[in-house]
């Protein structure tokens, strides 16, 4: 069964950095682009970034809004993806999740989200 | 970036309406798009890609059709679980887009 599993979100002031993890189970978690998608309260739905698989050189891509601030990682061996956002400002407050996708796919398996809120 | 434009923004409907979802792109995405339903609380769950094709699982009231800027998601039988919020998102090219959502209640 495939599982994603984020930990790591909390109240943090402006200014300030957060490091989320995704911990990945039931699949091969290096042939698999990974992304991550936010979503602030009582909003829709917004892309952050993706980390690509190691056959794609583990190459990233980002939002214009996160982009220089947030930075994507990976390590295959313990099946965890990471987000370090730094700089975070308050309407960086979110939901994030990580999610599982291929190119050209859309994301099939989501984890159950960590909440980030960034206030004084 | 590719926008998305979804409508309505909120629908009212009963038990066993049929509902039809649509999903504008301010340019051609091909067949590269995708829709999920995420209800209050939870994560998005994958109900369509490829514009018609039906994630496995997900019941075959739902169905999906379009191609290039103009898509739509149809319900056949609106079901008491059926009440949530449905996206769209295009996965032509990045950066990924999602639609604004429309949330489906109970009239």
């Known amino acids: 069964e495939v599982q994603l599993v984020e930990s790591g979100g909390g109240l943090v002031q402006p200014g300030g950095s957060l490091r989320l993890s995704c911990a990945a189970s039931g699949f091969t978690f290096s042939d698999h682009y990974m992304d991550w998608v936010r979503q602030a309260p009582g909003k829709g739905l917004e892309w952050v970034g993706r980390?690509?698989?190691?056959?794609?050189?583990?190459?990233?891509e980002y939002a214009a809004s996160v982009k220089g601030r947030f930075t994507i990682s990976r390590d295959d061996s313990k099946n965890s993806l990471f987000l370090q956002m730094n700089s975070l400002k308050i309407e960086d407050t979110a939901v994030y999740y990580c999610?599982?996708?291929?190119?050209?796919?859309?994301?099939?398996?989501w984890g159950q989200g960590t909440l980030v809120t960034v206030s004084s | 970036d590719i926008q998305l434009t979804q409508s309505p923004s909120f629908l009212s409907a009963s038990v066993g309406d049929r509902v039809t979802i649509t999903c504008r792109a301010s340019?051609?995405?091909?067949?590269?798009l995708a829709w999920y339903q995420q209800i209050p609380g939870k994560a998005p769950k994958l109900l369509i890609y490829a514009a018609s094709t039906l994630q496995s699982g997900v019941p075959s009231r739902f169905s999906g059709s379009g191609s290039g800027t103009e898509f739509t998601l149809t319900i056949s039988s609106l079901q008491p679980e059926d009440f949530a919020t449905y996206y769209c998102?295009?996965?032509?090219?990045?950066?990924?887009?999602f639609g604004g959502g429309t949330k489906v209640e109970i009239k």
């Open positions: 980390d690509r698989n190691k056959a794609n050189g583990y190459t990233t």
């Open positions: 340019q051609g995405i091909s067949s590269y």
């Open positions: 998102q295009q996965v032509n090219s990045l950066p990924l887009t």
């Open positions: 999610a599982r996708s291929l190119p050209y796919s859309p994301q099939d398996y």
